[in-house]
């Protein structure tokens, strides 16, 4: 009689396998940048790596400076979705996140800014933020917000039936 890993690969709540439950979402550019004409392609654009895909920082001129952030979501089952999201910040603060990006005052690392995606589920696009850095080989992490409703979706678990659907 053959036996079936069902019961343990399954998610008792939703029924969906459980390998993916934990998701990972990357924002290409921010909204901004996609509204605007020529996108990250703009004179004067600059980016930290040649593509945007695997930027952490941009600056594109009269549309803003933005930096990556992960934004993580905890949901129920222990389970968690973390959004790779750009944040604008003041230029000044872009500088200073550059002179420091490969260097050891990097762990030290605090920003503030606004987000600079809308969230699916949440939208939440300029709620403000603050970010550090809770592990010096990632992006900062969205830590704190201003907002109530961006504070909520840090702070809350989440029913994760409702918000995986909605993950890319």
């Given at each position: 009689?053959?036996?079936?890993?069902?019961?343990?690969?399954?998610?008792?709540?939703?029924?969906?396998?459980?390998?993916?439950h934990?998701?990972?979402?990357?924002?290409r550019?921010?909204?901004?940048?996609?509204?605007?004409?020529?996108?990250?392609?703009?004179?004067?654009?600059?980016?930290?790596?040649?593509?945007?895909?695997?930027?952490?920082?941009?600056?594109?001129?009269?549309?803003?400076?933005?930096?990556?952030?992960?934004?993580?979501?905890?949901?129920?089952?222990?389970?968690?979705?973390?959004?790779?999201?750009?944040?604008?910040?003041?230029?000044?603060?872009?500088?200073?996140?550059?002179?420091?990006?490969?260097?050891?005052e990097?762990?030290?690392?605090?920003?503030?800014?606004?987000?600079?995606?809308?969230?699916?589920?949440?939208?939440?696009?300029?709620?403000?933020v603050?970010?550090e850095?809770?592990?010096?080989?990632?992006?900062?992490?969205?830590?704190?917000?201003?907002?109530?409703?961006?504070?909520?979706v840090?702070?809350?678990?989440?029913?994760?039936?409702?918000?995986?659907?909605?993950?890319?």
């Amino acid at each position: 009689m053959e036996r079936t890993q069902q019961s343990t690969d399954l998610c008792h709540c939703c029924g969906q396998p459980r390998d993916t439950h934990d998701r990972h979402a990357r924002f290409r550019l921010p909204d901004p940048v996609l509204d605007s004409r020529r996108q990250h392609r703009a004179r004067g654009a600059w980016l930290s790596h040649a593509d945007p895909d695997v930027s952490v920082m941009m600056q594109i001129p009269e549309v803003g400076a933005f930096v990556r952030a992960l934004l993580p979501v905890k949901l129920t089952g222990d389970f968690s979705a973390t959004f790779g999201v750009w944040v604008a910040v003041d230029p000044a603060d872009l500088k200073r996140a550059s002179a420091v990006w490969s260097e050891p005052e990097y762990q030290d690392l605090r920003l503030r800014g606004w987000l600079a995606n809308a969230l699916p589920l949440w939208g939440l696009l300029s709620a403000p933020v603050e970010l550090e850095v809770r592990d010096p080989e990632q992006t900062p992490y969205c830590a704190s917000s201003s907002d109530p409703g961006l504070a909520k979706v840090l702070a809350e678990v989440w029913p994760h039936e409702d918000v995986l659907p909605a993950v890319p």
